[in-house]
């Protein structure tokens, strides 16, 4: 399904998602995923841009759905997956870091012998997902308070998912809440799981496997399972944005 088109999301200073995103060292941050599982970036979204997205929580008109964590014993918090069409900023922010993304997640493909491959351009991508019956979207944000988490998890929607996913995040840590760490489970086989707990600053994202990434072995390459989630919120309100890039059945 394609959208029509909008005017870029820009910052207050008038640079576009789309520049920013671009400007960003790739190769560093491929580097980075390669090694640790995980990449971060410097601050992208300003602190209007993050406060104007948690302030778009409470308004029912812009989501699809909500889920209260506890009902369904995810963790204790709740999200909202956003409705179409999407934020400005949001969509802007999706499909330029996809297009930066679409290559690494191929050279993934090929070292773990997979056969599908993903096309330069988001909206081709979904236009995949949607006639396999993955039709809603899957951006959401997501707020915890006080004793708040989110347990290890993996978001998959459907049989197309694409191997790669961003956390943006809207709060200070420190200031806005204390704990609420990200973290980062990764599984290898015959080994013990290594776990990564980070606490980015606001507007910073953070890339991940949204279920495995290859690991180079002796035999070969070799899967590494990976799971994320949120420990436990200390003190205050804590808000991220999920940007996945596969939709959902």
Request: include cysteine; glycine fraction near 8%; proline fraction near 9%.
């Amino acid at each position: 399904m394609r959208t029509a088109a909008a005017t870029p999301a820009a910052a207050p200073g008038g640079v576009p998602i789309r520049e920013r995103v671009d400007t960003l060292d790739w190769p560093a941050l491929a580097e980075s995923l390669a090694r640790w599982g995980h990449a971060r970036t410097a601050p992208v979204l300003t602190p209007e841009e993050c406060a104007a997205l948690a302030a778009l929580y409470p308004d029912d008109a812009r989501f699809r759905s909500r889920v209260h964590m506890e009902r369904y014993r995810f963790g204790v918090g709740d999200y909202a997956y956003f409705a179409e069409p999407l934020p400005a900023l949001v969509r802007e922010l999706r499909t330029a870091v996809y297009r930066h993304l679409a290559p690494l997640a191929n050279a993934w493909m090929e070292a773990l012998r997979e056969a599908f491959r993903y096309p330069p351009r988001l909206e081709d991508y979904l236009e995949r997902c949607h006639a396999a019956g993955q039709t809603r979207p899957t951006p959401l944000l997501l707020r915890y308070t006080e004793g708040g988490c989110n347990h290890l998890h993996q978001d998959l929607y459907g049989p197309l998912a694409f191997p790669l996913q961003l956390t943006a995040f809207l709060s200070r840590p420190g200031e806005d809440y204390e704990g609420g760490a990200f973290l980062l489970v990764e599984q290898h086989p015959r080994q013990q799981s290594r776990g990564e707990a980070l606490l980015p600053a606001q507007g910073e994202l953070v890339l991940f496997p949204s279920q495995v990434r290859p690991v180079p072995g002796t035999r070969g390459w070799y899967r590494a399972r990976v799971r994320h989630g949120v420990s436990r919120i200390t003190r205050g309100e804590r808000f991220t944005l999920g940007v996945i890039f596969h939709d959902a059945e």
